[in-house]
T-cell receptor, first 112, second 111 residues
């Protein structure tokens, strides 16, 4: 059974204070690991896909990395508008288009 | 290009009532999904479809039914609503890069 565990559950930072969110996973054959951002009352918004260990992707103040057991979402010099819940999900390669297995998310608050 | 749209945004049902949650996409994607999200929990897959006329169960299909008569539409049917079905429901489609794009959600309360 695929499993995704995110930590911490919640994180409060001051504006400009960099940090990292963790996503640990177990999956039988990783097709992809996905990061999403979710604002209150809205659907998840796609951020990144990582396919293999060692891969990194960046977008503005966010950088996602991947190892064989975990992924990190690094947030550099965050701003209040980065406040959101960040979701991590995996998809196993089973030859079909199975759904994603999601973690419970990290609720991030950036204080001005 | 609206992407994925869902209706209604909110709904309150009484126990035992039925309803259909609508999902429409204009991206011509073959794969579509229904998830539910409960407070403090990860999204759980209910059903998915790989194309018109083809559907399959996900992790939590009990109490739900789906159909897929066109590429654009993937409605989710709740029969005999129960309080355990109180949740936020999201529809999603799959792009060529395996990432899924989500609709804005339907918040359902069963009382």
């Amino acid at each position: 059974e695929d499993q995704v565990t995110q930590s911490p559950e919640a994180l409060r930072l001051q504006e400009g204070e960099s940090s990292s969110l963790n996503c640990s996973y177990t999956v039988s054959g990783l097709r992809g690991l996905f990061w999403y951002r979710q604002d209150p009352g809205k659907g998840p918004e796609f951020l990144f896909t990582l396919y293999s260990a060692g891969e990194e992707k960046e977008k503005e103040r966010l950088k996602a990395t991947l190892t064989k057991k975990e992924s990190f979402l690094h947030i550099t010099a965050p701003k209040p508008e980065d406040s959101a819940t960040y979701l991590c999900a995996v998809q196993a390669y089973r030859g079909g288009a199975d759904g994603l297995t999601f973690g419970k998310g990290t609720h991030l608050i950036i204080q001005p | 290009n609206a992407g994925v749209t869902q209706t209604p945004k909110f709904r309150i049902l009484k126990i035992g009532q039925s309803m259909t949650l609508q999902c429409t996409q204009d991206m011509n994607h073959n794969y579509m999904y229904w998830y539910r999200q409960d407070p403090g929990m990860g999204l759980k897959l209910i059903y998915y479809s790989v194309g018109a006329g083809i559907t399959d169960k996900g992790e939590v299909p009990n109490g739900y039914n789906v159909s897929r008569s066109t590429t654009e539409d993937f409605p989710l049917r709740l029969e005999l609503a129960a309080p355990s079905q109180t949740s936020v429901y999201f529809c999603a489609t799959l792009s060529g890069g395996y990432e899924q794009y989500f609709g804005p959600g339907t918040r359902l309360t069963v009382t």
